[in-house]
């Protein structure tokens, strides 16, 4: 691959943080982005920065002519948010929300990106979903939701863009220890998890790296676990 350009959404903390210096690390050109890029905490050379809100539709419009100028040909979808509430609790204010940032806005991204790898007939488009979207949690129906659709969305885009050399697959992380889930993980979540441990953002990051590659140009379509063995099908 000649051209090593990705681009991570909420690449400023957390596990898109771990994949943005993951892809650093292996030698690529990463534009990051987020709401606000004095969020950012860290710097590096090959790391370029970008403000987007996914679920703002003249945000994603403005954000076209950054892509057209990275070129980028991996696509790493990664922000997303939580608005957690018992089902009848819920406010439809916050399902939209979820739903609007987590699917729509891959939805959005996507389409703005994949154009360029079509034209190179070469491309890797990574969802970084959740094992939420698989077995569910109570409090998350929104967001589960959102992930279940994030899959479906990765298995039948796959099947369109396969033909062209693009693949396209999700990555469901269990629970992993960034400050979104500190307080969170507790003792009998992690008894619950068979190696007995959350995982960490450079767990996700190094299967980032690999479906990056051209190793795992023969994967396509697939939602890849990344829980501990919380979850087995």
């Not at 994603?60 to 790493?76: A, G, H, R, Y």
Request: aromatic residues 6%.
């Amino acid at each position: 691959m000649e051209n090593k350009k990705a681009i991570v959404t909420g690449g400023n903390r957390g596990i898109g943080k771990g994949i943005v210096l993951g892809l650093i690390e292996q030698g690529y050109t990463v534009l990051a982005t987020c709401r606000n890029i004095s969020n950012f905490d860290y710097s590096h050379a090959k790391l370029s920065l970008a403000n987007l809100d996914i679920s703002d539709a003249s945000s994603v419009e403005n954000f076209q002519k950054t892509v057209s100028e990275f070129e980028p040909n991996i696509l790493i979808n990664n922000a997303g948010i939580t608005k957690d509430n018992l089902f009848l609790r819920m406010s439809d204010e916050d399902w939209e929300n979820v739903i609007n940032t987590n699917l729509n806005g891959v939805f959005k991204i996507t389409k703005l990106v994949v154009k360029g790898m079509l034209k190179k007939r070469w491309g890797r488009i990574i969802n970084i979903s959740s094992v939420s979207g698989s077995m569910g949690n109570p409090g998350q129906t929104n967001y589960s939701a959102s992930k279940a659709g994030v899959d479906a969305l990765t298995r039948s885009l796959a099947k369109e863009l396969g033909s062209r050399n693009i693949t396209v697959n999700s990555i469901a992380p269990g629970f992993i220890e960034t400050d979104m889930t500190e307080g969170v993980i507790d003792q009998q979540i992690l008894d619950k998890i068979p190696l007995k441990r959350a995982g960490k953002p450079e767990d996700i990051a190094s299967l980032v790296n690999f479906l990056s590659s051209e190793e795992s140009n023969y994967i396509t379509g697939q939602t890849l676990v990344v829980d501990g063995g919380l979850f087995m099908k």
